[in-house]
Structure formats: structure tokens, C-alpha cells
């Protein structure tokens, strides 16, 4: 499929046609990658990582801030 690279800003750019867009299940402002590779321009479907709260805790390297908190009564429209 032939498309033409156009003027948009100080850019250039082309358009993707809805029906490549929905078969890659992409929308507008989705994150792609962009590669080089000998004469040809690859984009691709960005893989974001997924990480669990358990996984961003063991690679938490700072201080310990629970010392701060204070378990004291409730008060005000804190009592349900």
C-alpha cells in the first residue's frame, strides 16, 4: 500500500489507514515504536512492561517511611 508523506509542522508524516489501525487494535495517541532497519522504516506496537505492586516493592531501595505514620484513634468523619 502506497502512502504519501506529507508536511505537518516542521515534520513530515503519513497517514495509517483505519483498517490497518483496527486490525493492530490501535487508536489515537497510542505509543509506537519506530526502527531503522537497512532502507526500511518498522513501526511497532509498543510493549509496555506490566509490573506488580509486589515487583516495584523488592526494587524500592529508599527509606522506610512507615516510622512517620501514627495508628492513633479515630476522629472527625474518619468514624464511619
Given at each position: 500500500?502506497?502512502?504519501?508523506l506529507q508536511k505537518?509542522?516542521?515534520?513530515?508524516?503519513i497517514?495509517?489507514?483505519?483498517n490497518i489501525l483496527k486490525s493492530l487494535k490501535l487508536k489515537t495517541n497510542d505509543v509506537l515504536d519506530?526502527?531503522?532497519?537497512?532502507?526500511?522504516?518498522?513501526i511497532l506496537k509498543s510493549k509496555k512492561e506490566k509490573?506488580?505492586?509486589?515487583s516495584r516493592f523488592?526494587?524500592?531501595n529508599g527509606e522506610n517511611l512507615t516510622k512517620d505514620f501514627v495508628w492513633d484513634d479515630m476522629q472527625?468523619?474518619?468514624i464511619w
Open positions: 500500500m502506497e502512502v504519501i505537518w509542522g516542521n515534520s513530515d508524516g497517514r495509517i489507514p483505519s519506530l526502527r531503522v532497519e537497512d532502507d526500511k522504516i518498522i509490573i506488580s505492586l509486589e523488592k526494587k524500592y472527625g468523619k474518619e
